[in-house]
């Protein structure tokens, strides 16, 4: 049965909310759920994208393919001294910081597939969060009054295990810095069993607007096969309502594809729910992150990834976009969907950098990019608490952007988003890289993973289940001089 929606006239009141119009599927759960896998299974028939994907699988090692992450990966060893990004930052004026970041790095438990650097050892907490706040004050005392941010985001590990008076501090460093009401987003990650119970009164004191809730999966056997901590329906409906109370703007949720065990039937049971909280009003946003293996962090034990894995990945996500389509939602970068009431900021490569920090991150493992260079900070969170506490930063690495860089981070993003423009590179390529990318794209078409209009290139569906072997094909495009 798909649940009843839940009526919240007091919160429908004061968000001015327009509920999705009722989804012709909603009457009939059993034909709901028929139609929905019918229109994605004849879609895999017709495409022949089982055949494709047991092609690409015969060739390629799933184990060689890489996360999406930003763009360049980063050396085998440290080559940085721990001022290096904060001298980079001191070196010019700041106007704008495009994604500013906050990493709190605890968890109550590490789930399989898991390969952030994050802990489970709390203890030394009461130590990594003064730190955090000295490094955001350090860099952001540094702007001038009037710089702007589009989105602010408190990630991890888990942030809301933190005590609320502990977050309110570094959420009022940050606003001491740059004034609350130039900021686009603030978004606090969440995880609805292991958050403090008051953490709703960030919300209440309006240092909150927006909240991101870790779900992944509403089937519990996926879960526990996943080692992640299960969330039921209700407990999910009982937190959005906390949180839609005291004062927050939009709630999202974040799912997975790709889960040890998952198949399309949990994700039917998936979008009955997200569909029912949708008509109550009580989210705008879902995540869905599709699960990737690198050359470090594979398959873990007892898992077997193969071709019928693979398909049975593609199938649970083509199921999530079809679900979204029907229900008017729209398909944006970073495995968004988002409803018509909710519009995203929409990540790109190409910035002022004079003045434009794309993205400035703090904490330990914490990415940051601007002045032509990507920054990474220590990794491990002790590592991270003594180059603070002795030199002020903590970078581990510094990659500049050279011109192939750059022109590689514009197909990075481009990729991630779905779709890119040949004709729009942020430096003029030579001719022979224009030879290098015509031969790549052109193979991606054969391959039937992009397709090609005029100087526009899009990435199948095929492609966007293999987007991490698309992102890797055109990696080889802009190589770097060689040195001598």
């Known amino acids: 049965m798909i649940p009843q929606p839940t009526q919240h006239p007091k919160l429908d009141q004061r968000r001015g909310i327009n509920r999705p119009p009722e989804s012709r599927f909603a009457a009939d759960s059993a034909e709901w759920s028929r139609e929905l896998l019918r229109r994605t299974d004849d879609w895999i028939v017709d495409s022949g994208v089982e055949r494709l994907l047991a092609r690409e699988f015969t060739t390629t090692d799933p184990r060689n393919w890489h996360w999406v992450d930003v763009y360049p990966r980063w050396p085998a ?4 001294a721990p001022t290096r990004m904060l001298a980079d930052w001191r070196s010019r004026e700041w106007k704008r910081i495009e994604f500013l970041y906050l990493h709190l790095p605890y968890c109550a438990q590490r789930c399989h597939f898991c390969y952030y650097f994050v802990s489970t050892d709390t203890s030394r907490s009461g130590e990594y969060l003064p730190a955090l706040r000295e490094e955001v004050r350090t860099f ?8 702007t ?5 408190f990630g991890g590990g888990t942030p809301s295990m933190m005590a609320v008076d502990d977050l309110r501090v570094l959420y009022d460093e940050v606003y001491e810095h740059i004034a609350q009401d130039r900021i686009g987003m603030v978004t606090l990650e969440l995880h609805p069993r292991t958050m403090r119970k008051d953490i709703h009164r960030l919300a209440e004191s309006g240092h909150v607007r927006r909240v991101s809730a870790g779900v992944q999966s509403f089937s519990r056997p996926v879960l526990e096969a996943n080692g992640r901590i299960y969330v039921d329906p209700d407990r999910i409906r009982k937190v959005c309502t906390r949180f839609l109370d005291a ?27 997200i569909h029912a909280l949708a008509q109550e009003g009580l989210i705008d946003s879902v995540s869905v992150y599709p699960r990737s293996f690198t050359e470090v962090w594979g398959p873990f034990s007892g898992e077997v990834v193969d071709e019928a894995v693979l398909a049975e990945k593609f199938r649970c996500h083509l199921l999530y976009r079809h679900f979204f389509a029907g229900l008017g939602w729209q398909e944006g970068p970073m495995y968004l969907f988002t409803a018509p009431t909710f519009s995203a900021n929409v990540p790109s490569a190409l910035v002022d950098a004079a003045a434009t920090a794309q993205s400035l991150a703090f904490g330990n493992s914490a990415r940051s990019s601007f002045a032509d260079t990507q920054y990474l900070n220590r990794r491990d969170p002790d590592d991270y608490l003594e180059a603070v506490g002795e030199h002020g930063g903590a970078t581990f690495a510094h990659v500049p952007f050279t011109r192939a860089v750059r022109n590689r981070r514009h197909l990075h993003f481009g990729v991630k988003r779905g779709h890119f423009d040949e004709a729009d590179f942020p430096v003029e390529p030579t001719a022979a ?19 090609r209009d005029g100087t526009r290139v899009e990435l199948t569906q095929l492609g966007m289940l293999l987007v991490e072997l698309v992102h890797q094909e055109y990696d080889r495009t802009f190589p770097e001089p060689a040195t001598t």
């Open 140 to 147: 952001l005392s540094e702007l001038p009054a009037d710089a």
């Open 77 to 80: 060893e440290p080559d940085s």
């Open 247 to 273: 004062g927050v703007e939009h709630i999202g949720l974040d799912f997975m594809v790709g889960l040890h065990t998952q198949t399309a039937d949990d994700v039917l049971t998936d979008v009955r729910h």
């Open 433 to 451: 890289e224009r030879a290098r990318l015509d031969d790549v794209t052109g193979d991606l078409v054969e391959r039937e993973l992009v397709v």
């Open 149 to 153: 941010a589009g989105d602010l985001f």
